[in-house]
Structure formats: structure tokens, C-alpha cells
């Protein structure tokens, strides 16, 4: 690993400067959202981006999203299995680089995967979900803290279960299968497309 570049899961080199389609794997980015924290890792339990992504997917069903819907939602943080979960006052204190850098990566995910962005539509939907996803999670992650000053309402449909860094990539990857073929958004990247049970964790 040098300059701009990082070693995956799956042994390939991926320059965040410039990320080609041939180095982004589904397992690998199960293997990273399965394996950073959000809120910086400060909440009193584990919680993974991937749980975060799949109870994002499941709220956004219950309000009447499509299966298109709920893989985008899915997908909208799978940049950051390679750059892990910068919390936002991080981000402001990186600037616009950081941004930048993670929209590319977005792009050259989804591209590999052969899904469309969402249209702004969904985006705004996908924000809003995500806002009571980050309001539900800052209510069971801490106890002894402000109150939640951020967008969103905590929902009492949304639970999280904390899921071990063991079991969170292989729930992320089952939810991506089964939402892919409900979306039949097209075959993708047969590199980004391959993958097993144990390749999620080695190569």
C-alpha cells in the first residue's frame, strides 16, 4: 500500500485517487462495512455500517420504496468500506477533498455493479431515511449524552441488533442478493459480482 493506493480483502490494489472498476469486489466492500464502526466507534456496542445499511433498506420498504429503492439505499455508504465511516464534524474539519474522493469511489461502485445512481427522487428519499436511522442509532448508542440535535425522529420500527463483525458482512451480502434480484437491475461487473461465503473475510 503507497501513495493513493490500498490493499482489499481480496488481495486487490484500489487507488482512491483514481478506483478502477477491475479492484472493486462485493466482498470486499461487505468485509469493510462489516467491519467499521459508525459514530466514530463511540456508541457503548458495535454497530457496523453494514447493519446501518440493511435496516436503512428495510425502513425504506416499510414506507412503500422498491426494491430499486432499497438497494440504493443499501449501497449509499459503500464508499466507505474503503474509506471507513468519517463522522460529518470530521468530514467538515477534511474539507471538500474528502467529499470529493468518496463521490468518485461511489461512482466506481456503482458503475462495477451495473446499478444506477438514484434519481433525485429516491436521493431525497434515501436522506431522509438515513436521518431516522442516525436519530434510532444515536438514541441506543448512548446513553449518557446530549440530546439528538440532527435531522430525523428516532422510530420505534427500527431496532438495532448489533450484529458481531463476524455475522455483519454475511447479512450485508445476503441483503444485496436478495434486493439485486428483486431490482433486476442487470448482471454488473462479473468481478464485482463473484463472490462466497468465504471469500468475504480472505481471498
Not at 487507488?15 to 467499521?36: E, K
Not at 433525485?120 to 436521518?131: G, H
Request: with cysteine; net charge negative.
Amino acid at each position: 500500500m503507497t501513495g493513493t493506493t490500498i490493499t482489499t480483502a481480496s488481495g486487490f490494489i484500489l487507488d482512491l485517487a483514481n478506483p478502477g472498476r477491475d479492484a472493486i469486489w462485493i466482498t470486499d466492500m461487505a468485509a469493510g462495512l462489516g467491519h467499521v464502526c459508525r459514530f466514530a466507534g463511540q456508541g457503548k456496542a458495535f454497530y457496523s455500517v453494514a447493519e446501518h445499511s440493511c435496516l436503512g433498506a428495510e425502513h425504506l420498504g416499510r414506507l412503500g420504496g422498491t426494491p430499486l429503492d432499497q438497494l440504493q439505499f443499501l449501497l449509499h455508504d459503500a464508499h466507505e468500506a474503503y474509506t471507513g465511516d468519517l463522522s460529518t464534524p470530521l468530514k467538515h474539519v477534511l474539507g471538500e477533498g474528502i467529499g470529493r474522493v468518496q463521490a468518485r469511489l461511489q461512482v466506481a461502485i456503482l458503475e462495477a455493479l451495473g446499478v444506477p445512481p438514484p434519481d433525485a427522487e429516491t436521493a431525497s428519499l434515501i436522506r431522509q431515511a438515513d436521518a431516522v436511522l442516525a436519530a434510532t442509532e444515536y438514541a441506543a448508542l448512548f446513553d449518557h449524552a446530549p440530546p439528538w440535535n440532527g435531522p430525523g425522529v428516532p422510530s420505534p420500527h427500527i431496532r438495532l441488533s448489533f450484529w458481531p463483525p463476524t455475522w455483519a458482512p454475511l447479512r450485508w451480502l445476503a441483503a444485496y442478493d436478495r434486493l439485486r434480484a428483486a431490482a433486476q437491475t442487470g448482471i454488473g461487473s462479473p468481478q464485482a459480482l463473484r463472490h462466497s461465503g468465504t471469500q468475504v473475510l480472505k481471498p
